[in-house]
């Protein structure tokens, strides 16, 4: 979350960032601070700096580690990321050949952001909202045509 925290903030413009820089707010620091006092909570529902968040949701999120379930996968994996990527770690690919003992194909998507659509300008979560109106990118769905075209044989 930390490195979701610094890209975000990396991503900000005009008058946010301005705010950011004018105050010299640390947003990383105020979110770690967040989601600390959300690891302490006992409620479904927590209340904190004026914001309701699901507490049990983030508890659960924080506490699952997925090294375990990777090691037991035994069936063909496709993982793919893009370059520009703001919300997942593109590298987390790298620990993901580390932790999946199978057949395990991965791929980063130059100029592709979380919502697998091309980005020619920086990622920033503002340009989300035009982005889900555009087609994913079409070397995703080559990509896993081509997978699954491979795998059809050993079906």
């Given at each position: 979350?930390?490195?979701?925290?610094?890209?975000?903030?990396?991503?900000?413009?005009?008058?946010?960032?301005?705010?950011?820089?004018?105050?010299?707010?640390?947003?990383?620091?105020?979110?770690?601070?967040?989601?600390?006092?959300?690891?302490?909570?006992?409620?479904?529902?927590?209340?904190i700096?004026?914001?309701?968040?699901?507490?049990?949701?983030?508890?659960?999120?924080?506490?699952?580690?997925?090294?375990?379930?990777?090691?037991?996968?035994?069936?063909?994996?496709?993982?793919?990321t893009?370059?520009?990527?703001?919300?997942?770690?593109?590298?987390?690919?790298?620990?993901?050949?580390?932790?999946?003992?199978?057949?395990?194909?991965?791929?980063?998507?130059?100029?592709?952001?979380?919502?697998?659509?091309?980005?020619?300008?920086?990622?920033s979560?503002?340009?989300?909202?035009?982005?889900?109106?555009?087609?994913?990118?079409?070397?995703?769905?080559?990509?896993?045509?081509?997978?699954?075209?491979?795998?059809?044989s050993?079906?």
């Amino acid at each position: 979350m930390q490195w979701q925290g610094r890209q975000v903030t990396g991503g900000l413009t005009g008058f946010n960032a301005w705010i950011v820089r004018v105050l010299r707010i640390d947003p990383v620091k105020s979110q770690q601070k967040s989601l600390d006092r959300l690891k302490v909570t006992t409620e479904d529902v927590a209340r904190i700096s004026l914001k309701k968040y699901n507490a049990k949701w983030f508890r659960e999120f924080f506490a699952y580690d997925p090294a375990p379930d990777f090691a037991r996968i035994r069936v063909p994996v496709l993982a793919i990321t893009g370059e520009k990527d703001i919300q997942v770690n593109p590298a987390d690919l790298e620990r993901m050949l580390e932790l999946i003992p199978g057949d395990i194909e991965t791929h980063r998507l130059p100029g592709v952001t979380h919502l697998m659509r091309s980005e020619g300008t920086k990622p920033s979560l503002r340009g989300h909202k035009e982005q889900v109106r555009r087609l994913v990118d079409p070397r995703l769905i080559e990509l896993v045509a081509n997978w699954l075209e491979k795998g059809k044989s050993s079906w």
